[in-house]
């Protein structure tokens, strides 16, 4: 069983930026990914970005792309969110999938193939509020 703690959430202007923060526990399995998701009052959760571990690759859907940064420090992913927008307020979630297949992982984490629903392991939320 993966443990994954969030940190880092808080109340900003347009244009701030935060960093978010996921420390998970020692994984079972050699390959893993890690994604960050988001969910708004009413609407559904949607992916903002993943990484994976076999070869550092990450995927931003368009909505973020070029304001979020995702990186991995050992097991600790962090997500810097910068150029905040109204938009990108809500309760953000991190989520790890682990694997002992290679191929398994490589199928993760891109364009195609960035769901909630391959992901096992969920952290309790942090709430991002952009605000003027």
């Known amino acids: 069983q993966v443990q994954l703690v969030e940190s880092g959430g808080g109340s900003v202007e347009p244009g701030g930026s935060l960093r978010l923060s996921c420390a998970a526990s020692?994984?079972?399995?050699?390959?893993?990914?890690i994604g960050w998701f988001r969910q708004a009052p009413g609407k559904e959760r949607e992916g903002v970005s993943c990484i994976r571990n076999s070869d550092g690759s990450t995927y931003y859907p368009d909505s973020v792309k070029g304001r979020f940064t995702i990186s991995r420090d050992k097991n600790t992913v962090h997500l810097q969110m910068d150029s905040l927008k109204p938009e990108d307020t809500g309760v953000y979630y991190c989520?790890?999938?682990?694997?002992?297949?290679?191929?398994?992982?490589?199928?993760?984490?891109?364009?195609?193939?960035?769901?909630?629903?391959?992901?096992?392991?969920w952290g309790q939320g942090t709430q991002v509020t952009v605000s003027s």
């Open positions: 020692k994984f079972t399995y050699g390959y893993y990914a």
């Open positions: 989520a790890a999938v682990e694997t002992p297949s290679f191929t398994t992982v490589q199928a993760l984490c891109v364009e195609t193939r960035f769901s909630n629903r391959d992901y096992d392991y």
